[in-house]
């Protein structure tokens, strides 16, 4: 199989964060500390505690000089941007929307179904947050409102090269949004121009002047997850350490980004790779699971060459049609000897997945047609066995407290397949809405 994933780089550090109680925090320390530049990019910007506290901080770093971009999903925080501007009124801070719907005939776009569901942040092109964490408190969803416990959640800050292509991916998606809103008022301006050349070139010098100095990227030593998870690192390149570095022992880490240009399917392939390598164990904690052909076949394979393989699911639902997507899949799992659990104490909102001990990803992509096949997405890959053992810890304590299935909600038999069948029609259309052909 081509090796699809993007390429891994060494010098790194990082951390393993639990919720927005440990990232908002680490988030904050961040943005004050910061000297240049802060780039934020989230499908939902809650107006909470947890968010008002985040918006004073970028206020206060546009207040000190710093160039603070913003951009958030028009569908996930449709009707909480009115409250963002308010509070982000009168400062310096960009605020960009991704795909608005303010507009009424917003929603007739077949392009409106494609989001941004990126959980990214990035500062000064030197440390970045990637994973699955919206800025919403942890104990407040969106569908459901306060709950007593907060929902099970994951991100990961990182310093070193992958900090600046993340950096570099917000950039591009805050001038995406923002050329999607200006770019009918620039091409009056250029058609109105006496001179629309000179127009057009200061256009281009305008944007320059508004983009980022980004840092470059290093002369790193790279190398495929193949021979990584077969042991087979080229001479001279020492295995990693975990977050407290060791004078050269590097973490190895690399950003794979689903778009609908280049990188149409590379988080499935990642995935579907990571499986295919697997000799012992696997453990995915994902709240909306609905895997198309070939990561199933991936983890069919995996379990009949005696891999364990573990899947920790949303017991307590917060959107029931996704909860029966995953749940349809539970006979043919459990047909395989695959296990299955369900997290009752809380939401589950994680995305992360650990392989081997070795290989583990934390991000913001569900294993779903959505996400694999629809939104803009990144997952950060990790290759480190301390940074994958602390999430199978996180991992093992959240088994701990989940209920085990043994036996499919949706039973085999007639009614089992029409749901099934349900199920594969509605996503097939909702695909088809979007633009999307072929078999899932």
């Known amino acids: 199989m081509e090796n699809l994933l993007a390429p891994f780089e060494g010098g790194h550090r990082v951390a393993l964060m639990r919720g927005g109680d440990e990232l908002f925090p680490a988030m904050v320390r961040a943005i004050e500390e910061a000297r240049s530049e802060v780039w934020l990019a989230t499908y939902i910007f809650n107006d909470d505690p947890s968010g008002r506290r985040i918006v004073q901080a970028l206020r206060a770093a546009a207040a000190r000089g710093v160039q603070v971009r913003v951009v958030v999903d028009g569908f996930g925080s449709n009707g909480r941007i009115a409250a963002l501007r ?3 009124q009168g400062s ?11 507009r009424w005939w917003a929603w007739s776009h077949p392009s409106q179904l494609r989001r941004m569901h990126h959980k990214l942040f990035a500062v000064d092109g030197s440390q970045a947050f990637v994973g699955g964490i919206n800025v919403v ?3 407040f969803d969106i569908q459901h409102g306060w709950t007593a416990e907060p929902r099970l959640d994951f991100a990961i800050q990182v310093s070193g090269p992958v900090a600046a292509e993340v950096q570099r991916l917000v950039h591009a998606l805050w001038m995406r949004s923002r050329m999607g809103r200006g770019w009918r008022e620039e091409a009056v301006l250029l058609a109105q121009s006496p001179e629309p050349v000179q127009r057009a070139l200061q256009l281009v010098r305008d944007l320059r002047a508004r983009a980022p100095q980004m840092p470059r990227k290093p002369g790193e030593h790279r ?6 998870l077969r042991g087979d690192r080229p001479e ?3 295995a990693a350490a975990g977050f407290e570095l060791v ?10 980004v689903r778009d609908n240009l280049t990188h149409r399917r590379a988080i499935e392939r990642a995935y579907v790779e990571a499986i295919g390598q697997a000799r012992e ?11 198309g052909r070939a990561f199933r076949r991936a983890l069919r394979r995996a379990a009949a060459r005696g891999v364990r393989i573990r899947l920790l699911m949303q017991g307590k639902v917060d959107y029931r049609l996704a909860a029966l997507a995953a749940r349809v899949m539970y006979d043919e799992m459990l047909s395989r000897g695959i296990l299955i659990y369900e997290y009752t104490p809380a939401f589950l909102h994680a995305k992360v997945a650990v392989v081997d001990g070795r290989w583990a990803t934390v991000g913001s992509s569900n294993i779903d047609p959505l996400s694999l096949l629809l939104n803009l997405e990144a997952n950060a890959v990790v290759l480190d066995e301390t940074f994958a053992a602390e999430v199978s810890a996180q991992l093992e304590a959240a088994f701990a407290v989940s209920q085990e299935i043994t036996a499919p909600p949706v039973r085999p038999g007639l009614r089992g397949w029409l749901m099934r069948g349900f199920v594969a029609w509605v ?3 909702y695909m088809r809405a979007a633009g999307i052909t072929g078999r899932y």
């Open 281 to 291: 164990r696997i453990d995915i904690a994902c709240s909306y699971f609905y895997p």
């Open 427 to 429: 996503a097939n259309v």
């Open 236 to 238: 001279g390149v020492p």
């Open 137 to 139: 408190d942890d104990r």
């Open 86 to 88: 308010k509070q982000l």
């Open 223 to 228: 190398w495929s997850l193949r021979e990584w």
């Open 92 to 102: 310096p801070v960009g605020l960009e929307v991704f795909r608005s719907l303010e």
């Open 247 to 256: 004078q050269g022992e590097p973490v190895h880490v690399a950003l794979v």
